[in-house]
């Protein structure tokens, strides 16, 4: 089962880029809160130096009070350290309180900005991409980031400022012992660096591997009726264990990388301070060195023992955070939609192809009496009726709906492979209606597809009442065009608030009851909490019927004036097939619609129907005409119902 996206990037290709470069990214974000962390940092920095003041109170003691037998200052030194020991824990406290509201606003502001942008970006990024990789990087990345940001990035400047004070002390006290502890120094940079450069590349198979698991589960949810019926939770089952075990022995090498980092940056400086203790013992026992000195001198470097061990997660930390970072950039560098587009393709081809021949008694076409049919491209099976166009047509010639010369082909396709549409052209003039019919994989529902602009032509143009779809911003075209698709999507909300998805803010309840009784979904008010109930997940507890009714009637509460139906009726029995064709004539009569049709019953329903074949359209008429002069249609007409992929 293949769940990564062809976006996700080899893990073995990202070990050269820059952990510090892509971290610097989220600067946009940090910046408003950048004070109380900047604030936060310096309070870290306080307490931790003050933790290196208690080495000092312990010489005091040691050569003073204890060395002259003064118990009062005994006790005076045993209240100084309690005093930085508080001191230190208030600080460290104080840190943390000052980077918890601001860091969890950053999470909540970079996810909301994942949110927004993943509804401006095409459709095309959403058929290419696995929702679970998404959704892992809104959720197991962000969080990985707000960690870094808590802690990895303070304590690495912390650690850094007090292991540099540290050394700083100790060399002041006794070089010679001092330069014994920085003889680590070197190795342990070194196996740092060689740590940072393997621990990348594994960071991000398993946080890619993440999103491989979540997809399967998604999917599994999702699907659990498929894998219920066909008895399949075995293999699913299976399935999952594959990828989890493939993520555990991911996790197992990163955390093999970790023990043996641990354990060079442990072991090392314990040795060095072993040695410090065996010559400052040594010193002492030679008068060189007083006690107090070598007890504030170990005093410090054990002190200085978390720092260093530290190194190694804090360093995992930030690649994991690094890796999480470069995942959430990678989505969030992909190009949105453009409100508008300047022209595209052939737009002087487009505007000298010829037009189809103007229409003539709309209306009392459908049901095959009267209207008129052509010829539109060389295709076409066999000739059809033109009639001569009237001035009453000719004034509708550049209203409606309209295709001039649109070819289409999928943005991931390679450049010699053949349209899915070719120079298609096609006017749906004002308040008609036409049926758009084809076998399946002619592109009917890509041709849909394109009005709305969830794809873009890749030459041509398409106009609404003359005016190309590319200049008009894609919010006010989506207000324009309301759309119906064969398979229906409801969201986790009540009924009426799915339906009324399709209308203005200001649309209540008189709207949604109309759009429901166009629907024949008047089933929603037997709902246990009527229009209120919710549907759940998908809409999956209402049926395949209902809830295409409820998605025909989100389409039509607007009252659009362009209506896109791609096989609105294809889940309904006849009968209540019959009372929405009904109500939909009403609705059609006020506004201009393409309507893709496999039945009969839902064909009656246009003005006029177009015929669309090896990605063209192969002739237009009336239902009747073209049964009479088109074999292709009379096929399709007389067959079984097909699903348009």
């Excluded at 990037?9 to 510090?20: I, L, Q």
């Excluded at 996790?251 to 410090?276: N, Q, Y």
């Excluded at 070819?407 to 308040?431: K, S, W």
């Excluded at 994989?441 to 709305?452: I, M």
Aim: proline share 6%.
């Amino acid at each position: 089962m293949a769940t990564t996206p062809v976006t996700t990037k080899d893990p073995e290709k990202t070990g050269g880029r820059s952990a510090v470069r892509t971290l610097l990214r989220l600067w946009p974000y940090v910046r408003p809160v950048r004070g109380r962390l900047f604030t936060a940092a310096f309070v870290a920095v306080l307490a931790s130096c003050t933790g290196l003041v208690i080495p000092l109170v312990l010489k005091w003691m040691v050569d003073g009070p204890v060395a002259d037998r003064d118990s009062a200052g005994v006790w005076l030194g045993a209240l100084y350290l309690l005093l930085f020991g508080l001191a230190e824990a208030l600080l460290f406290g104080l840190r943390r309180w000052l980077v918890a509201r601001p860091l969890a606003g950053v999470e909540a502001s970079m996810r909301a900005d994942l949110y927004r942008h993943l509804q401006r970006l095409p459709v095309a990024f959403h058929d290419r991409w696995a929702s679970g990789q998404l959704l892992s990087r809104g959720t197991t990345d962000l969080m990985l980031v707000r960690m870094f940001l808590a802690f990895p990035l303070t304590f690495l400047l912390v650690n850094s400022v007090t292991i540099l004070a540290g050394m700083a002390i100790m060399l002041a006290q006794e070089w010679t012992l001092g330069l014994v502890l920085l003889a680590p120094a070197v190795p342990v940079m070194f196996v740092c660096w060689a740590f940072e450069r393997r621990y990348s590349k594994v960071a991000r198979r398993a946080q890619d591997q993440v999103g491989d698991l979540t997809t399967v589960v998604e999917e599994s949810v999702l699907g659990i009726r498929i894998i219920k019926g066909f008895g399949r939770h075995r293999s699913q089952a299976r399935a999952f264990r594959e990828l989890s075990g493939t993520l555990r022995g991911t996790e197992l090498a990163k955390a093999r990388l970790l023990a043996s980092i641990w354990a060079v940056i442990v072991t090392l400086p314990e040795l060095a301070i072993g040695t410090a203790l065996v010559l400052g013992t040594i010193q002492v026992a030679e008068g060189h060195l007083s006690a107090g000195t070598l007890v504030a001198f170990l005093s410090t470097a054990l002190a200085l023992r978390w720092p260093v061990d530290s190194i190694g997660f804090l360093l995992a930390m930030s690649q994991e955070a690094a890796t999480a970072t470069e995942r959430y950039f990678e989505v969030m560098d992909e190009q949105p939609e453009a409100e508008t587009a300047p022209a595209v393709g052939m737009r002087a081809a487009a505007t000298t192809a010829p037009a189809p021949a103007p229409a003539v008694g709309m209306r009392a076409a459908r049901g095959g009496t009267g209207g008129h049919s052509g010829t539109l491209q060389a295709q076409a099976s066999a000739p059809t009726p033109t009639p001569a166009p009237t001035p009453a047509a000719d004034a509708t010639d550049t209203g409606g709906l309209q295709f001039h010369n649109v070819r289409f082909r999928y943005p991931d396709a390679p450049e010699n492979t053949p349209p899915i549409l070719d120079r298609i052209d096609l006017h749906i003039r004002p308040g008609e209606s036409m049926a758009l019919v084809g076998a399946t994989g002619t592109g009917k529902t890509t041709l849909t597809a394109l009005v709305p602009r969830l794809h873009e032509v890749t030459s041509g143009r398409i106009t609404l009442d003359g005016e190309d779809i590319t200049s008009i911003p894609r919010e006010e075209l989506r207000t324009r065009v309301a759309m119906a698709f064969e398979e229906p999507t409801l969201f986790s909300a009540s009924v009426g608030e799915n339906v009324l998805m399709g209308a203005e803010e200001a649309a209540g309840q008189p709207e949604l009851d109309r759009a429901l009784s166009v629907a024949q979904a008047d089933f929603a008010h037997a709902l246990p909490q009527g229009t209120d109930t919710q549907v759940g997940e998908q809409g999956l507890s209402l049926s395949g019927g209902q809830r295409q009714r409820l998605a025909l009637a989100r389409a039509v509460v607007g009252s659009p004036r362009f209506l896109v139906l791609d096989d609105p009726l294809s889940a309904l029995d006849v009968h209540t097939e019959a009372a929405v064709e009904a109500a939909l004539r009403r609705v059609l009569a006020d506004t201009t619609a393409l309507i893709v049709a496999h039945r009969p019953s839902t064909v009656l329903l246009a003005d006029r129907v177009a015929l669309l074949s090896g990605g063209r359209i192969t002739a237009v008429g009336t239902h009747h005409e073209l049964l009479r002069t088109n074999a292709e249609y009379a096929h399709l007409m007389s067959g079984t119902k097909e699903d348009d992929r």
